[in-house]
């Protein structure tokens, strides 16, 4: 598609430059009413440039049009755009009046055109995630957002700052949060409250002054569909370098969000674009589960210009850009007031988030706004397909609930559990054997507990209850515990059958002595008592569970290569997923590249707990590197070989860490590096 930019100003370039990512777009004509900026933009590009847009309207072939004029300019460029023809994309505001940017939306639908509006932040990575979260109550209702968009003392870092301070803080300052809230929310419906304040009238700019009559500081109380109520302050007086710069932070029943920078897009905010904290805790960074793929500002012309071509409406849409101006307009009312003022929503409704498979292979998940030619959103290997392609989707780091620790030790969960589905864990490897199955399931009722068709949660029948009255006993006993329908998979804990002792029930009811005796049955020489029954046996009934809708897969934990080959042999449903000790120290490759072949997903128990390795000096300088921790290494490690490792941890700021592995990778020769570290005859004792 052919585009023209109209505004050769400073941001022009970036536009332009961000363009030539995009094979189907290309740079074909300039405009401005400085001929050399035009000039200069259109040569590396070789594009015509133009005086102006009715010139370049009348002689240039361009299909959609890029308005990065000044404020005052983008509703009658934008408006001659659309009746010459052609799609536009234009910077914000759309306009600076809401009958005009009613309008522009009206001529656009008439023409059959497409328009869209900066900015395209709230299609970041960051602000998708957020929206998910807080649309399946991560932190509860959420009944009070703060929204700050700070932009001050324009005129020590733009090189035009008149034009934005004589159209204020709202126009330019506060669509950004305010594209974010209704991404997230929908529309805006009233301004209960609003006050504006000319803090500072007179201002300096490359040797002279001048002065500004428009509010440069504004707050307002707004109320969004859904009842959400949001403090806006929008200022071009507080500096743009203070530590409230584009930030968005929601309360909700169970807890609070915390985005940093709602305007952010490039991939690289400064911090964690994420923090969450259960009620009552301190912040954490919540990790986005895969690398976060940077948007220039091209993408906003690219998802217009695809729009344009298959009928869709564009991600910032025109409509929702006029429904900003109407809040902007709205807001300005009820200063004037002093009374709530209704907000027009023109048109525009809650929109849908864009597709996101992040909690599931995030190493398959193209960015629909990044070019083709991108790639990966993330540098892990590839999910085994298998040979029908069917390899089951997991989320790519998980959590392991067992409050063993070796010996005669047992650890409290509870909180452990809480905070990993704060920092957005979405797998939890469960059996009935840790004791923990029910604390899981309450709180996955509660407002932490995403939505059951954003979990995977794991099951396991413990050696006892191999015999299919007592496999099935135990699988219908632990789902009700998680207070759930199925399993998304149940596994073999082991793949040896024990002499039956009974029903496990809540084993963390029972003292050590008391569960010792009911899942290790022995003899007197302490040898473990087998069951007469055989894997063939205990596998057909695993199966008859899944034909019966209590398990969406099966799979099998702690076996050999040569165990798995031999249950492949006999099943009729083969498991779709091993989980096996895994870590630098031991890493059973052989028993991974077979289950990799055969399109079965491996999950690394114990990944970080072997003694010494997360001290391992060989560990240490590829951790300084990327400037995380060993943990955070060793974790990687297993994503880019294709395994899923399920972490625990006691310590709060340990389970947000384990999650946070996205933001880096490893190189080929620090792989290898941390591969050299296995040991043939690795033994815990």
Same mark, same amino acid.
């Given at each position: 598609?052919?585009?023209?930019?109209?505004?050769?100003?400073?941001?022009?370039?970036?536009?332009?430059?961000?363009?030539?990512?995009?094979?189907?777009?290309?740079?074909?004509?300039?405009?401005?009413?400085?001929?050399?900026?035009?000039?200069?933009?259109a040569a590396p590009h070789g594009a015509d440039a133009f005086g102006d847009v009715d010139a370049l309207l009348a002689g240039s072939d361009?299909?959609?049009?890029?308005?990065?004029? +000044?404020?005052?300019?983008?509703?009658?460029?934008?408006?001659? !755009?659309?009746?010459?023809?052609? $799609? @536009?994309?234009?910077?914000?505001?759309?306009?600076?009046?809401?009958?005009?940017?009613?309008?522009?939306?009206?001529?656009?639908?008439?023409?059959?055109? %497409?328009?869209?509006?900066? *900015? +395209?932040s709230g299609q970041a990575d960051a602000q998708q995630y957020a929206a998910r979260l807080l649309r399946d109550r991560h932190i509860g209702?959420?009944?009070?957002?703060?929204?700050?968009?700070?932009?001050?003392?324009?005129?020590?870092?733009?090189?035009?700052?008149?034009?934005?301070?004589?159209?204020?803080?709202?126009?330019?300052? #506060? %669509?950004?949060?305010?594209?974010?809230?209704?991404? /997230?929310?929908?529309?805006?419906?009233? %301004?209960?409250?609003?006050?504006?304040?000319?803090?500072?009238?007179?201002h300096d700019h490359d040797g002279r002054s001048f002065q500004v009559e428009t509010p440069d500081h504004v707050a307002a109380t707004l109320?969004?569909?859904?009842?959400?109520?949001?403090?806006?302050?929008?200022?071009?007086?507080?500096?743009?370098?203070?530590?409230?710069?584009?930030?968005?932070?929601?309360?909700?029943?169970?807890?609070?969000?915390?985005?940093?920078?709602?305007?952010?897009?490039?991939?690289? *905010?400064?911090?964690?674009?994420?923090?969450?904290?259960?009620?009552?805790?301190?912040?954490?960074?919540?990790?986005?589960?895969?690398?976060?793929?940077?948007?220039?500002?091209?993408?906003?012309?690219?998802?217009?210009?695809?729009?344009?071509?298959?009928?869709?409406?564009?991600?910032?849409?025109?409509?929702?850009?006029?429904?900003?101006?109407?809040? +902007?307009?709205? /807001?300005?009312? =009820?200063?004037?007031?002093?009374?709530? @003022?209704?907000?027009?929503?023109?048109?525009?409704?809650?929109?849908?988030?864009?597709?996101?498979?992040?909690?599931?292979?995030?190493?398959?998940? %193209?960015?629909?706004?990044?070019?083709?030619?991108?790639?990966?959103?993330?540098?892990?290997?590839?999910?085994?397909?298998?040979?029908?392609?069917?390899? @089951?989707?997991?989320? *790519? @780091?998980?959590?392991?609930?067992?409050?063993? &620790?070796?010996?005669?030790?047992?650890?409290?969960?509870?909180?452990?559990?809480?905070?990993?589905?704060?920092?957005? +864990?979405?797998?939890?490897?469960?059996?009935?054997?840790?004791?923990?199955?029910?604390?899981?399931?309450?709180?996955?009722?509660?407002?932490?507990?995403?939505?059951?068709?954003?979990?995977?949660?794991?099951?396991?029948?413990?050696?006892?209850?191999?015999?299919?009255?007592?496999?099935?006993?135990? #699988?219908?006993?632990?789902?009700?515990?998680?207070?759930?329908?199925?399993?998304? =998979?149940?596994?073999? $804990?082991?793949?040896?059958?024990?002499?039956?002792?009974?029903?496990?029930?809540?084993?963390?009811?029972?003292?050590?002595?008391?569960?010792?005796?009911?899942?290790?049955?022995?003899?007197?020489?302490?040898?473990?008592?087998?069951?007469?029954?055989?894997? #063939?046996?205990?596998?057909?009934?695993?199966?008859?569970? &899944?034909?019966?809708?209590?398990?969406?897969?099966?799979?099998?934990?702690?076996?050999?290569?040569?165990?798995?080959?031999?249950?492949?042999?006999?099943?009729?449903?083969?498991?779709?997923?091993?989980?096996?000790? !895994?870590?630098?120290?031991?890493?059973? /490759?052989?028993?991974?590249?077979?289950? $990799?072949?055969?399109?079965?997903?491996? /999950?690394?128990?114990?990944?970080?707990?072997?003694?010494?390795?997360?001290?391992?000096?060989?560990?240490?300088?590829?951790?300084?590197?990327?400037?995380?921790?060993?943990?955070?290494?060793?974790?990687?490690?297993?994503?880019?070989?294709?395994?899923?490792?399920?972490?625990?941890?006691?310590?709060?700021? $340990?389970?947000?860490?384990?999650?946070?592995?996205?933001?880096?990778?490893?190189?080929?020769?620090?792989?290898?590096?941390?591969?050299?570290?296995?040991? *043939?005859?690795?033994?815990?004792?």
């Open positions: 598609m052919n585009v023209a930019i109209v505004g050769c100003g400073h941001i022009a370039s970036a536009y332009a430059e961000g363009l030539s990512a995009y094979p189907d777009l290309s740079l074909v004509a300039t405009a401005d009413f400085k001929n050399e900026r035009a000039e200069s933009l361009a299909d959609l049009v890029l308005n990065l004029t +000044i404020h005052d300019a983008h509703a009658p460029v934008t408006r001659a !755009c659309l009746e010459a023809g052609c $799609h @536009v994309v234009s910077e914000k505001p759309l306009a600076l009046d809401a009958e005009t940017a009613r309008g522009l939306v009206d001529l656009a639908d008439r023409n059959d055109r %497409v328009l869209a509006c900066a *900015p +395209i209702p959420v009944r009070m957002a703060y929204a700050v968009g700070n932009f001050g003392r324009t005129a020590e870092w733009n090189p035009n700052p008149e034009p934005f301070l004589r159209v204020g803080p709202l126009y330019d300052g #506060a %669509v950004y949060p305010l594209t974010v809230l209704t991404t /997230i929310f929908g529309p805006v419906t009233k %301004v209960r409250t609003a006050d504006a304040s000319l803090l500072l009238q007179e109320e969004m569909k859904g009842g959400t109520l949001v403090q806006l302050t929008a200022s071009l007086y507080v500096p743009h370098q203070t530590q409230h710069f584009s930030s968005l932070e929601f309360h909700g029943d169970a807890g609070s969000l915390y985005l940093g920078d709602c305007g952010n897009f490039d991939g690289n *905010p400064s911090g964690p674009p994420l923090q969450v904290a259960r009620l009552g805790e301190p912040y954490r960074p919540c990790p986005i589960p895969r690398r976060p793929a940077p948007l220039s500002y091209a993408a906003a012309v690219a998802d217009a210009a695809r729009a344009a071509s298959n009928g869709a409406t564009p991600s910032a849409s025109g409509r929702q850009a006029a429904h900003l101006v109407a809040t +902007i307009e709205a /807001i300005e009312a =009820c200063g004037r007031k002093g009374a709530p @003022v209704a907000v027009d929503p023109v048109g525009f409704s809650t929109p849908d988030l864009r597709p996101w498979t992040g909690t599931t292979a995030p190493h398959r998940t %193209v960015h629909p706004l990044l070019p083709s030619s991108a790639g990966t959103a993330d540098a892990t290997a590839p999910a085994p397909e298998g040979p029908n392609g069917d390899a @089951v989707d997991l989320p *790519p @780091v998980g959590f392991g609930c067992s409050r063993y &620790r070796g010996g005669t030790t047992y650890v409290d969960l509870d909180d452990a559990m809480a905070d990993a589905l704060a920092a957005g +864990i979405r797998l939890f490897d469960t059996a009935e054997l840790y004791g923990t199955e029910a604390t899981l399931g309450g709180l996955l009722e509660r407002p932490l507990g995403p939505p059951r068709d954003q979990l995977f949660l794991v099951g396991k029948a413990w050696n006892t209850n191999h015999r299919p009255e007592h496999l099935r006993a135990a #699988a219908q006993d632990s789902l009700g515990r998680l207070g759930i329908d199925a399993f998304d =998979c149940y596994m073999l $804990h082991w793949p040896t059958a024990w002499r039956h002792q009974g029903p496990l029930g809540d084993v963390s009811r029972l003292s050590h002595e008391e569960a010792a005796a009911l899942t290790f049955p022995s003899d007197e020489t302490g040898a473990p008592l087998e069951a007469d029954v055989t894997l #063939a046996e205990t596998w057909q009934e695993m199966e008859a569970l &899944r034909e019966d809708g209590l398990a969406r897969t099966l799979g099998i934990c702690n076996v050999s290569r040569d165990q798995l080959t031999a249950l492949l042999d006999l099943a009729a449903v083969p498991p779709a997923v091993v989980q096996v000790e !895994c870590h630098p120290y031991h890493h059973p /490759i052989e028993l991974i590249d077979f289950a $990799h072949a055969q399109g079965i997903r491996v /999950i690394a128990h114990s990944p970080l707990s072997a003694p010494g390795l997360l001290d391992d000096d060989a560990l240490r300088p590829i951790a300084d590197a990327h400037n995380v921790s060993t943990a955070q290494v060793v974790l990687r490690w297993n994503l880019q070989h294709g395994v899923v490792p399920i972490p625990s941890s006691t310590n709060a700021d $340990h389970v947000h860490a384990n999650a946070r592995v996205f933001g880096f990778a490893l190189d080929a020769a620090e792989m290898a590096t941390i591969d050299a570290l296995h040991q *043939p005859d690795f033994d815990r004792a």
